[in-house]
């Protein structure tokens, strides 16, 4: 797992598995930070792929259930769940498009297709208050997903993307490296 993005990865991401493309932790602080989840929350991840946000929710939050269709990306997230011992992230194999069955949550992450799709039952599932966030990587998307909040009434939608580049800082002089995360995705937040 030795890549050009590798440098903006902590050592204790590291030992976690990769299989589909995963939320880098510049996007999971802003994620953790933005809807104030903590130890009470209770959290619906969807589109689980390798399991890193659902993961890392798991390590601040009371609950994370997390969904995915796909039956090869929940065994790589099982095991990055056993590497963590994390007992309070659920695995479930389904399509939150058509349903999502936990109630009164904090928080609904959608990475995954057509996650505007899934929005009617983010809403039903939220709280009132609690946060919606969408990790899409392409404008058009993002586009679809923010109309489809207006639509169904979410509050304060907020776009954003976190670009992340390190320093180098050597005695001859400090600059930017010519390394970083650039464009990984863009980050929308609303809510209920």
Known sequence: ????????????????????????PKDIGIIIAYTGVNKNSVCVDAGTGSGWLAVSLAKVAKEVTSYDNREEFLKIAEKN????SLGNLILKKGDVSKKISEKDVD??????PNSDKALKNAHAALKEGGYVAGYLPHMEQVKKFVDTLNKLKFRDPLTME???????VREQGVRPSTKGVWHTGYLVFARK
Request: net charge positive.
């Open 1 to 24: 797992m030795k890549d050009s993005n590798d440098v903006l990865v902590p050592p204790h991401y590291r030992k976690l598995k990769r299989g589909p493309q995963v939320i880098l």
């Open 107 to 112: 928080l609904v992450t959608l990475d995954m």
């Open 162 to 168: 976190i670009i992340a580049r390190d320093i180098l």
């Open 81 to 84: 769940k056993e590497i963590e």
